[in-house]
């Protein structure tokens, strides 16, 4: 199902995408069109020092199963490692200056980011430490977060149950919604502008020859050379790396989000408030949106299966926001979806390119549910590794792909 409430744009106004290629070579191939491969392709054309050619090959221009069509449009810094904290302050200026960064052109809308903030509630002293742990990292990154005591949490927003609560910490610089599929639909349609050329069709091979790939196979039956694979192909990358026979552990795992309305709204925006079940919840227009893992086990799903648990909302979902804050007990839900995340759970954080044996096979993969939020920086670093075969914006190298054969995990705590 998809969201109906005022606070979210879902439907994607773009091209029809041939389903044949116009060429059957191309320097850059990227497996997956939504964010990560429309970062990658914007970020390749508008670099003045690329001067090949792009295909995108996505199989349903509607999103409909991707990541970015269950979006739930956030952008934080609140997180554990500097350089996730860096990659949010980065898309925050991506999104606060789109129209300039994709040229200027008038037509190109005006993104913004609600800053409704988000709260991490923490209910024992464990906890409360690794807050401080991370408000630190933040703090050193530039970062506006805040430890707040209950005391302060509860002067600033009395809508909160926080008998069991000791502490939080809170950013409101930065920190909350925007319109990542406006910001997707308009980095796809700017690309096209700029000569990437986006089919309608599904990759069934590829072609290698020793430690190289060197191109794919359609589902249409055409044979495309490339010079570089990008895989952006979200919670099927590792079908899409198995295709070119190297290893990428990336595993579904399903999220449910529900679109509900008060009967007695809060008298102010809601935070993206990450109470200590794991369950999230934030405003959502004038209604709210909450978030959440399984009831039961969060065990890896088939990445068609989008079949949700009959009683989550009655037995999970509900008991906790109506116990946070008293009046969400009386509420009507007006919408719901599911989703999945891209789970490396190597160590939670994204993979990227280049395979370390195939150089020019290059990964977006496994943001484990900050994909959207990480498309612009990841998009650019990719690129720059396809153009220079280095970062030269931000310094990406503890994701690279080589980090697995090293053992070298860069644990994300902070995944909600």
Known sequence: MKPTSKDSS??????VFSAKPKHDSYDVVIIGGATMGACTAWFLVSNPDFKGRVLIVEPDPTFSKAQTGASNNCMRQQFANPINVKIGQYAAEFVRNFRENLGGDPQVPNLSIRNFGYLYLSDNPALTKVLE????????CG????????????????????????????NTVDEGYYNAPLMVEWLIKKSIENGVDYVQNKVTGITREGNKVTGI?????????????????????????????????IQ??????????AKEPLPRDLPLTIDP????????????????????????????????????????????????IPQ?????????????YD???????????????????????????????????????????IIYGAFRSMDLTPFLYERFAKGERVIERAVI
């Open 10 to 15: 879902w439907t994607m106004n773009l091209p």
């Open 133 to 140: 742990r991370d408000q630190s990292v933040q703090a050193d």
């Open 143 to 170: 970062a506006g977060t805040e430890m707040v005591t209950a005391q302060e949490i509860a002067s600033e927003y009395p809508f909160y149950n926080l008998d069991d609560i000791e502490a939080g910490s809170l």
């Open 217 to 249: 196979t359609l589902e249409t039956g055409e044979q495309i050379a490339a010079g570089s694979i990008v895989n952006a192909s979200g919670t099927r990358a590792g079908l899409v790396a198995d295709m070119a026979g190297l290893k990428l552990d």
């Open 252 to 261: 579904s795992k399903r999220r449910y989000t529900f679109i509900f309305r």
């Open 277 to 324: 079940t794991g369950v999230h919840f934030r405003q959502f227009g004038d209604d709210y949106l909450v978030g959440c893992p399984p009831l039961g086990e969060d065990a890896t799903v088939d990445v068609e299966d989008f079949s949700a648990e009959a009683t989550i909302w009655e037995d999970k979902v509900h008991p906790i926001i109506a116990n946070r």
């Open 328 to 340: 969400f007990k009386e509420v009507d839900v007006i919408d719901y979806w599911i989703g999945h």
């Open 343 to 385: 789970f490396n759970t190597f160590d939670y954080n994204v993979v990227i390119g280049p395979h370390d044996e195939v150089s020019n096979f290059h990964f977006t993969n496994g943001s484990s549910g900050h994909g959207s939020q990480q498309g612009p920086a990841v998009g650019r670093g990719v690129a720059e590794q």
